[in-house]
């Protein structure tokens, strides 16, 4: 079920337009974004953010790469339902996940993240506000600020919020895609937002550790659940096949990386050839493949 933004009211008082919304569960909305680099262009839209409802109030998942996007995905609630907005959740540190958060300080929601992300937010605040404008310009990127968590999951201790009718169980990750990847668990619905611990698509963009995402590729394969929602592809995806790309690439790539260290081959050339059987499957493959690549060198070279 699509809601588009001319269904949903929009917050007249500052003329924002909604985010279209697409209803994947009862109560599960997404937005996809699409599969680009941040430009004037897109606005900044390149990721899965979105929502779930429950009978006493609303949690955010993930609220996109900056404030006028956050306030467009609060638009978008605010048509679909009047309960509170009580909870944010970002999935990880990146800035198309988190720096919409500033458009809910006004709702007064509990911020929740990975116990390490509020260090990781701080290590790049700089970085990453200076990027938003030199990216999109000074209008959708003002009033960005980095707001962390309130509230921490840490690795081994899931925690569980009550929407009413419905739990949603966060759990916290080792170091994969990044080193604070947090998932969440619609229990009623079985939806498993993944954020960008799963890439469906778009190439996967290694910020952790090669060898811990696939560990954490494996793992996730055990869960019961009816669908997942990816950080960047489809809205939803079928489980456990939504794993499986992502998973084949990092396994290409660090079998193409071993084999060249096996040889003593150089960093350059990893960066040149390893995964580069996987071109053709993947979205932006130039533009990550060899970032991808270095990384999981550098990993890889002390095993």
Do not use: C
Request: proline share 6%; glycine share 10%.
């Amino acid at each position: 079920m699509l809601v588009s933004p001319s269904g949903v009211k929009a917050d007249t008082s500052q003329s924002v337009t909604p985010l279209s919304m697409e209803m994947v569960a009862p109560g599960v909305y997404v937005h996809v974004g699409v599969h680009e680099d941040p430009s004037p262009g897109n606005q900044g839209d390149i990721s899965n953010i979105g929502f779930v409802i429950g009978t006493s109030g609303v949690a955010v998942i993930d609220s996109g790469d900056n404030p006028a996007l956050g306030h467009r995905l609060r638009a978008a609630i605010q048509g679909v339902t009047d309960l509170p907005i009580l909870y944010v959740i970002n999935t990880h540190m990146h800035p198309d996940h988190v720096l919409g958060n500033v458009a809910f300080r006004g709702d007064d929601p509990e911020y929740i993240g990975h116990a390490r992300l509020a260090a990781a937010l701080a290590d790049r605040e700089s970085f990453y506000l200076n990027a938003l404008k030199s990216q999109l310009g000074a209008t959708p990127a003002a009033g960005a600020e980095i707001i962390p968590p309130t509230r921490i999951v840490d690795i081994g201790a899931p925690v569980e919020i009550d929407l009413g009718g419905r739990v949603l169980v966060l759990t916290a990750y080792p170091t994969a895609h990044t080193d604070n990847d947090l998932t969440v668990l619609d229990q009623l619905t079985g939806t498993l937002w993944a954020g960008d611990l799963i890439f469906i698509e778009r190439i996967p963009s290694l910020d952790g550790s090669l060898l811990g995402w696939i560990k954490v590729l494996h793992g996730l394969r055990t869960l019961k659940v009816a669908r997942v929602i990816p950080g960047h592809g489809p809205a939803s995806a079928d489980w456990p096949q939504a794993t499986f790309a992502a998973t084949r690439y990092l396994e290409t790539l660090a079998g193409d990386i071993r084999a060249i260290l096996d040889r003593n081959g150089s960093l350059k050339e990893a960066a040149l050839s390893a995964g580069q059987g996987e071109k053709e499957n993947w979205v932006l493959f130039e533009e990550y493949n060899g970032g991808n690549a270095t990384a999981g060198y550098v990993e890889l070279e002390w095993e």
